[in-house]
Nanobody, 115 residues
Framework: QVHVVESGGGLVQAGGSLRLSCAAS????????MEWYRQAPGKEREAVAT???????TYSNSVKGRFTISRDNAKNTVFLQMNSLKSEDTAVYYC?????????WGQGTQVTVAS
């Protein structure tokens, strides 16, 4: 079983920065894709950013230009650098690792941006 753990959430002032980390463990197979999602109260869960094993990256329009996803394949870890944070970014952020076609979810980490 793959274990996925997010960390780095917290309270930050609007305009500030925060870096989230996501570590995946428990598999000897390569991770095909790692993804960040977020869900705010009253809103649907949305995909924020993805990074493939080949290094291809995608971003949602709402975070493009402000957030950066990166990876450390040796440690099966991804990061989400969040800059110019807005109150609209307040949400629980979830990491997902896709291994052999199966999605493994983390527990989520709360990000709160003070206006």
């Amino acid at each position: 079983q793959v274990h996925v753990v997010e960390s780095g959430g917290g309270l930050v002032q609007a305009g500030g920065s925060l870096r989230l980390s996501c570590a995946a463990s428990g598999t000897i197979f390569g991770i095909n894709l790692m993804e960040w999602y977020r869900q705010a109260p009253g809103k649907e869960r949305e995909a924020v950013a993805t990074i493939s094993s080949a290094g291809s990256k995608t971003y949602s329009n709402s975070v493009k230009g402000r957030f950066t996803i990166s990876r450390d394949n040796a440690k099966n870890t991804v990061f989400l650098q969040m800059n110019s944070l807005k109150s609209e970014d307040t949400a629980v952020y979830y990491c997902a690792a896709v291994v052999l076609g199966t999605i493994h979810w983390g527990q989520g980490t709360q990000v709160t941006v003070a206006s």
